[in-house]
T-cell receptor, first 116, second 113 residues
């Protein structure tokens, strides 16, 4: 079955350390997204990419970096510059033109990142 | 900037009753999409219903329906015949161009047996 795979499910970061969250999709979707969710709050957009080798900042990009070298992969790096990284991170994908074609964003199961 | 506001952090309803979750949004666009997503304890995001702004008819999906008031920028979700499996966080979302979604803060819905 097609879907989005996020790994790991749980991740711990030490002070000053960079960590990378994986997001892989086999839906052949063009667009991919990273969201952050804090307890009791909605999702906020970190970065998104609508095509390979191109990506744009979302609303809270500071302290994060991404790459999009392959269509199916959109890893998110949480850098040491992100001072409050503890949150739940969700990856999503969408076929280009998807929202207009009645196709919703597909979400992964998320990664919970905590500080040691 | 577009914003989405859900003014009810928590709601509860008796099983088999009807409940309405509120959502307002701010935009200067005339064509856009609105969504309700459900997030159960598993943390998966599940699309419940969507509404296209240019359609006057309110969307309906089985027990779920919306009351879309474009002039008032209001988009409420009605759940009829509430079931225990409906218990979850519900998020209202607005499609803000470039196929990006802006989410509200969420409403935690509890179903009382």
């Amino acid at each position: 079955d097609g879907g989005i795979t996020q790994s790991p499910k749980y991740l711990f970061r030490k002070e000053g350390q960079n960590v990378t969250l994986s997001c892989e999709q086999n839906l052949n979707h063009d667009a991919m997204y990273w969201y952050r969710q804090d307890p009791g709050q909605g999702l906020r957009l970190i970065y998104y990419s609508q095509i390979v080798n191109d990506f744009q900042k979302g609303d809270i990009a500071e302290g994060y970096s991404v790459s999009r070298e392959k269509k199916e992969s959109f890893p998110l790096t949480v850098t040491s510059a992100q001072k409050n990284p503890t949150a739940f991170y969700l990856c999503a994908s969408l076929r280009n033109g998807g929202l207009l074609a009645n196709q919703p964003q597909h979400f992964g199961d998320g990664t919970r990142l905590s500080i040691l | 900037a577009q914003t989405v506001t859900q003014s009810q952090p928590e709601m509860s309803v008796q099983e088999a009753e009807t409940v309405t979750l509120s959502c307002t949004y701010d935009t200067s666009e005339s064509d856009y999409y609105l969504f309700w997503y459900k997030q159960p304890p598993s943390r998966q995001m599940i699309l419940v219903i969507r509404q296209e702004a240019y359609k006057q008819q309110n969307a309906t999906e089985n027990r779920f329906s919306v009351n879309f008031q474009k002039a008032a920028k209001s988009f409420s979700l009605k759940i009829s015949d509430s079931q225990l499996g409906d218990a979850a966080m519900y998020f209202c979302a607005y499609e803000a161009g470039a196929q990006k979604l802006v989410f509200g803060q969420g409403t935690r819905l509890t179903i009382n047996p």
